[in-house]
């Protein structure tokens, strides 16, 4: 008899998945509709991960082709009912090593971040009308580094197109927040496992900004799509930052105790 329920689950779960896919594809919704269907179904296709750590290489390049490269870890925490927690914690070079940065993202209001500078030894409260500025002299700013809850953005699809061989979603997210550095994103996301593969930035002039490329996608427990490598370039600068990720890994038993204030100063 359990054996039933339990495939009996399985297929509502799976009829569920594929109703909820194919709302974003139904040709009666408004624009704001159809994108607001394909965030949430973007957003639910990522729940469920429990914790993930992994390895990074941050390469940072000028205007002139001068690389730097830094090496760091990330820890992120899903919360039921909330946006997540992560810790970034820099191993090398020298001068960054032990610099850590925690974030607790919200579906609503301002996300909390801090960044404990070890050559002060002190914890920095990271305000908001500072998280559009860089983060660690990246081409990423501290708004980019919360998690991308469906709430923080109002929603519109503005068309179907193909990027890089694969059938995309092309969606705008306008921020919600009146102090977000951004007064949009255009975002491509395949249709068939709802990705991100592309993002434009346009700052709060409404001028293209910056541009992130995703790729080198692969399959974690059978069910979650990491990327392997994301490319920021500023448009405005010339300079670029690269992730290269490597060794993720899933449900390690990360708790709560884990992303805070005190765990900052404890990041080795």
Same mark, same amino acid.
């Given at each position: 008899?359990?054996?039933?329920? /339990?495939? #009996?689950?399985? *297929?509502?779960?799976?009829?569920? $998945?594929? !109703? =909820?896919?194919?709302?974003?594809?139904?040709?009666?919704?408004?624009?704001?509709?159809?994108?607001?269907?394909?965030?949430?179904?973007?957003?639910?296709?990522?729940?469920?991960?429990?914790?993930?750590?992994?390895?990074?290489?941050?390469?940072?390049?000028?205007?002139?082709?001068?690389?730097?490269?830094?090496?760091?870890?990330?820890?992120?925490?899903?919360?039921?009912?909330?946006?997540?927690?992560?810790?970034?914690?820099?191993?090398?070079?020298?001068?960054?090593?032990?610099?850590?940065?925690?974030?607790?993202?919200?579906?609503?209001?301002?996300?909390?971040?801090? /960044?404990? #500078?070890?050559? *002060?030894?002190?914890?920095?409260? $990271?305000? !908001? =009308?500072?998280?559009?500025?860089?983060?660690?002299?990246?081409?990423?700013?501290?708004?980019?580094?919360?998690?991308?809850?469906?709430?923080?953005?109002?929603?519109?699809?503005?068309?179907?197109?193909?990027?890089?061989?694969?059938?995309?979603?092309?969606?705008?997210?306008?921020?919600?927040?009146?102090?977000?550095?951004?007064?949009?994103?255009?975002?491509?996301?395949?249709?068939?496992?709802?990705?991100?593969?592309?993002?434009?930035?346009?700052?709060?002039?409404?001028?293209?900004?910056?541009?992130?490329?995703?790729?080198?996608?692969?399959?974690?427990?059978?069910?979650?799509?990491?990327?392997?490598?994301?490319?920021?370039?500023?448009?405005?600068?010339?300079?670029?930052?690269?992730?290269?990720?490597?060794?993720?890994?899933?449900?390690?038993?990360?708790?709560?105790?884990?992303?805070?204030?005190?765990?900052?100063?404890?990041?080795?």
């Amino acid at each position: 008899m359990k054996k039933i329920l /339990l495939a #009996l689950l399985l *297929l509502l779960g799976t009829t569920f $998945i594929l !109703s =909820s896919a194919a709302e974003a594809e139904t040709p009666d919704l408004t624009p704001e509709e159809k994108g607001l269907a394909i965030a949430k179904e973007a957003e639910k296709r990522t729940n469920g991960f429990g914790d993930m750590s992994a390895e990074m290489v941050m390469t940072l390049k000028n205007r002139h082709n001068k690389e730097s490269k830094r090496n760091l870890r990330i820890k992120t925490l899903e919360v039921d009912g909330d946006g997540d927690k992560s810790i970034s914690i820099f191993d090398n070079p020298r001068d960054v090593k032990g610099t850590a940065f925690l974030t607790y993202s919200h579906k609503e209001g301002d996300d909390d971040q801090w /960044l404990y #500078l070890p050559a *002060l030894k002190r914890v920095k409260r $990271i305000s !908001s =009308s500072s998280k559009s500025g860089s983060f660690m002299g990246s081409e990423f700013s501290y708004e980019d580094l919360s998690s991308q809850e469906v709430e923080k953005y109002t929603h519109k699809w503005l068309r179907d197109e193909e990027y890089n061989g694969q059938d995309c979603f092309v969606t705008e997210l306008d921020p919600v927040h009146p102090k977000s550095g951004y007064s949009r994103q255009v975002v491509w996301q395949d249709k068939k496992e709802y990705r991100t593969l592309k993002v434009e930035y346009y700052d709060r002039k409404n001028a293209h900004l910056k541009t992130l490329v995703m790729d080198g996608y692969v399959k974690y427990l059978d069910r979650f799509w990491q990327p392997a490598e994301m490319n920021v370039t500023n448009h405005t600068n010339g300079k670029s930052t690269r992730l290269e990720w490597k060794e993720y890994r899933f449900r390690t038993g990360l708790r709560a105790k884990d992303f805070t204030k005190n765990a900052l100063k404890r990041a080795r």
